[in-house]
């Protein structure tokens, strides 16, 4: 069995006493110096009326030797990290040697003042005042206390004794000396209490650090184990989410299974918002959200977030207006556009799923006091003001209101986050039975100037040639399902190959008219290796064909490796991609 470490070992009260004391007495190093200089003239003026200059210059020859040794073994005295044993022996030794070497300086010159005669009373006097100051800074350790502080007190009551053993004065500077020493242990004992104290601060304080680094860590591995697992869902559900569109294609003349197929893509729209806005509520409380604020073309904006919402609002039978007021012609709301359509569509979702009747209204006013404010005014049944209060705390819901419906409590919490991350506000007001109005209120900088809406005309649709032969290369046998399904329903032939070697053996075997790849993200392509191997693999699938130029797409699911793709001759198209898209794609 291995000898523990002794860092590892909780330190002792008394270990921790001795270690604070040390300490307490190297800090009063400066002080002692003080009290020193100050004494050392009186010493002089009592010594000189008995001794001769030699004497006094042997004395103070003798002090300087005294506190060279104090400053040589000064940097040794300095206290470890760790509390150790082993330490503390050595620090302790080492500060006795120095105290002692004091209390032994003052009693040889106390003694030197026997035979004196008349001046003995006063220099022993002197001497009694310095054993006083021995005794002060010996307090902090008991053990000092206890033994240099009798040695430095017994040569001037031992002079005094010797030299007028009768006289009132030597008893008045014996009961001195010995009160002084009670103080000593009383202010040593106060001491102790407080070396106690200051070490549970210091150890809360540490243990409160490392709960804080043990939090923060936490708190990552949460965030990159929910980022993963919603990466993971979201993929799947997307996954679902294509197949359930293809199959609505196919079912467009059977209502009841399209219904079934309807209610199940709410659903994992449901699922993919539910995500969305856990991981962004966790991202802003966290703080490492990043925004992008510029000015917003917030007109447009509150249009196409309107937009969105008119096949929700006519399904219930209300009424979506907007109310949109000409602004200045210079100034524009700063913001981050995505965030701020973020939060205008959870208030105007939460307008519209929760009234029953009458009418939703987003209304936008004119800016005032550097502020420009958007309104989302419903007819709902309206909440009491504890409600609205809870209406805005994170997995809150408010259960008069929100019965059947389904949600995680978040959307408004998040939204007011978002709109304070980015200098704004969101607020609201609501009557019961009347309705609720809740408004985001964002930075207006009058001098800024709001990006204006370039509107393109829409290229023509080029038809793709009827009947073109397509290789499918796809490694995910749902994703070659739904390519496949739309590459028949464009009226394409589709052969489909999983691996890149069989893709140039089914191509050999006959012509084709493009590729199209899908075999998710692909290796790193700033590697020259990987570079030259997918080149590779490109000249021989070229090379089965006779025509001079093959159409080459890839799917890409997040975009990346476009560029070198594109210089070797592949067309990169963004996942996921409309029939519209993919029939332009292989009409080029």
Same mark, same amino acid.
């Given at each position: 069995?291995?000898?523990?470490?002794?860092?590892?070992?909780?330190?002792?009260?008394?270990?921790? /006493?001795? !270690?604070?004391?040390?300490?307490?007495?190297?800090?009063?190093?400066?002080?002692?110096?003080?009290?020193?200089?100050?004494?050392?003239?009186?010493?002089?003026?009592?010594?000189?009326?008995?001794?001769?200059?030699?004497?006094?210059?042997?004395?103070?020859?003798?002090?300087?030797?005294?506190?060279?040794?104090?400053?040589?073994?000064?940097?040794?005295?300095?206290?470890?990290?760790?509390?150790?044993?082993?330490?503390?022996?050595?620090?302790?030794?080492?500060?006795?040697?120095?105290?002692?070497?004091?209390?032994?300086?003052?009693?040889?010159?106390?003694?030197?003042?026997?035979?004196?005669?008349?001046?003995?009373?006063?220099?022993?006097?002197?001497?009694?005042?310095?054993?006083?100051?021995?005794?002060?800074?010996?307090?902090?350790?008991?053990?000092?206390?206890?033994?240099?502080?009798?040695?430095?007190?017994?040569?001037?009551?031992?002079?005094?004794?010797?030299?007028?053993?009768?006289?009132?004065?030597?008893?008045?500077?014996?009961?001195?000396?010995?009160?002084?020493?009670?103080?000593?242990?009383?202010?040593?004992?106060?001491?102790?209490?407080?070396?106690?104290?200051?070490?549970?601060?210091?150890?809360?304080?540490?243990?409160?650090?490392?709960?804080?680094?043990?939090?923060?860590?936490?708190?990552?591995?949460?965030?990159?184990?929910?980022?993963?697992?919603?990466?993971?869902?979201?993929?799947?559900?997307?996954?679902?989410?294509?197949?359930?569109?293809?199959?609505?294609?196919?079912?467009?003349?059977?209502?009841?299974?399209?219904?079934?197929?309807?209610?199940?893509?709410?659903?994992?729209?449901?699922?993919?918002?539910?995500?969305?806005?856990?991981?962004?509520?966790?991202?802003?409380?966290?703080?490492?959200?990043?925004? !992008?604020?510029?000015?917003?073309?917030?007109?447009?904006?509150?249009?196409?977030?309107?937009?969105?919402?008119?096949?929700?609002?006519?399904?219930?039978?209300?009424?979506?207006?907007?109310?949109? =007021?000409?602004?200045?012609?210079?100034?524009?709301?700063?913001?981050?556009?995505?965030?701020?359509?973020?939060?205008?569509?959870?208030?105007?979702?939460?307008?519209?799923?929760?009234? =029953?009747?009458?009418?939703?209204?987003?209304?936008?006013?004119?800016?005032?006091?550097?502020?420009?404010?958007?309104?989302?005014?419903?007819?709902?049944?309206?909440?009491?003001?504890?409600?609205?209060?809870?209406?805005?705390?994170?997995?809150?819901?408010?259960?008069?209101?929100?019965?059947?419906?389904?949600?995680?409590?978040?959307?408004?919490?998040?939204?007011?986050?978002?709109?304070?991350?980015?200098?704004?506000? /969101?607020?609201?007001?609501?009557?019961?039975?009347?309705?609720?109005?809740?408004?985001?209120?964002?930075?207006?900088?009058?001098?800024?100037?709001?990006?204006?809406?370039?509107?393109?005309?829409?290229?023509?649709?080029?038809?793709?040639?009827?009947?073109?032969?397509?290789?499918?290369?796809?490694?995910?046998?749902?994703?070659?399902?739904?390519?496949?399904?739309?590459?028949?329903?464009?009226?394409?032939?589709?052969?489909?190959?999983?691996?890149?070697?069989?893709?140039?053996?089914?191509?050999?075997?006959?012509?084709?008219?493009?590729?199209?790849?899908?075999?998710?993200?692909?290796?790193?392509?700033?590697?020259?290796?990987?570079?030259?191997?997918?080149?590779?693999?490109?000249?021989?699938?070229?090379?089965?064909?006779?025509?001079?130029?093959?159409?080459?797409?890839?799917?890409?699911?997040?975009?990346?490796?476009?560029?070198?793709?594109?210089?070797?001759?592949?067309?990169?198209?963004?996942?996921?991609?409309?029939?519209?898209?993919?029939?332009?794609?292989?009409?080029?």
């Amino acid at each position: 069995m291995s000898e523990p470490n002794p860092a590892d070992i909780a330190p002792t009260h008394e270990q921790i /006493v001795l !270690d604070y004391g040390l300490k307490a007495q190297v800090r009063l190093l400066p002080y002692a110096l003080a009290f020193f200089a100050i004494g050392l003239p009186v010493y002089i003026w009592g010594a000189h009326y008995f001794m001769s200059a030699l004497q006094i210059a042997v004395n103070l020859a003798l002090f300087a030797c005294v506190w060279a040794a104090f400053f040589f073994l000064k940097p040794s005295l300095k206290a470890d990290s760790q509390i150790t044993r082993q330490s503390l022996n050595v620090r302790l030794r080492r500060q006795w040697l120095c105290g002692g070497l004091w209390a032994l300086s003052l009693l040889v010159a106390s003694l030197n003042s026997i035979g004196a005669g008349a001046a003995a009373q006063v220099f022993a006097t002197i001497c009694a005042g310095a054993a006083v100051g021995v005794i002060f800074f010996s307090a902090p350790v008991l053990l000092f206390l206890l033994t240099l502080a009798p040695l430095a007190m017994a040569g001037p009551i031992l002079a005094l004794n010797l030299t007028h053993p009768e006289g009132q004065w030597t008893g008045l500077v014996t009961g001195g000396l010995a009160m002084a020493l009670a103080l000593g242990l009383i202010m040593n004992r106060h001491l102790q209490e407080h070396y106690r104290l200051a070490f549970e601060q210091l150890r809360t304080a540490q243990e409160r650090e490392t709960a804080l680094t043990a939090r923060d860590a936490l708190t990552r591995d949460q965030m990159a184990l929910m980022q993963t697992l919603s990466r993971e869902v979201a993929t799947g559900l997307r996954s679902v989410e294509q197949t359930l569109i293809q199959g609505l294609s196919h079912l467009s003349r059977a209502p009841a299974p399209r219904h079934y197929v309807d209610s199940a893509r709410s659903e994992i729209e449901h699922l993919l918002g539910l995500i969305t806005t856990t991981l962004d509520d966790d991202e802003a409380r966290s703080g490492h959200m990043t925004l !992008d604020l510029r000015p917003l073309d917030i007109e447009g904006l509150i249009r196409h977030v309107a937009a969105g919402f008119h096949d929700m609002a006519a399904t219930k039978g209300l009424d979506l207006t907007l109310t949109l =007021p000409a602004l200045p012609e210079t100034g524009a709301a700063i913001g981050d556009g995505p965030r701020v359509e973020q939060i205008l569509s959870h208030l105007l979702a939460n307008a519209i799923q929760y009234t =029953p009747k009458g009418k939703v209204e987003v209304k936008l006013l004119p800016p005032a006091e550097g502020r420009l404010r958007v309104e989302v005014v419903d007819s709902g049944p309206g909440l009491e003001a504890d409600e609205l209060t809870r209406a805005f705390l994170p997995h809150e819901r408010v259960t008069r209101t929100s019965a059947g419906y389904s949600g995680a409590g978040l959307g408004l919490h998040l939204s007011k986050r978002l709109a304070e991350l980015m200098q704004g506000d /969101v607020g609201a007001q609501s009557t019961p039975d009347v309705g609720s109005k809740f408004w985001i209120d964002l930075p207006f900088d009058a001098a800024a100037r709001a990006p204006r809406p370039v509107i393109e005309p829409e290229a023509p649709v080029q038809e793709a040639a009827p009947g073109l032969k397509v290789m499918l290369v796809s490694n995910d046998s749902l994703r070659s399902v739904q390519l496949r399904d739309t590459l028949e329903g464009l009226g394409h032939r589709c052969l489909t190959a999983t691996t890149r070697h069989r893709a140039v053996s089914l191509a050999a075997k006959g012509e084709i008219d493009a590729v199209l790849i899908a075999t998710g993200a692909f290796e790193d392509l700033d590697n020259d290796a990987n570079r030259q191997k997918v080149a590779e693999w490109l000249e021989r699938l070229r090379s089965t064909q006779e025509q001079e130029k093959l159409n080459i797409l890839a799917l890409l699911p997040d975009g990346q490796q476009a560029e070198p793709l594109s210089e070797l001759g592949v067309r990169p198209l963004l996942m996921p991609q409309s029939e519209d898209a993919l029939r332009r794609a292989l009409s080029v």
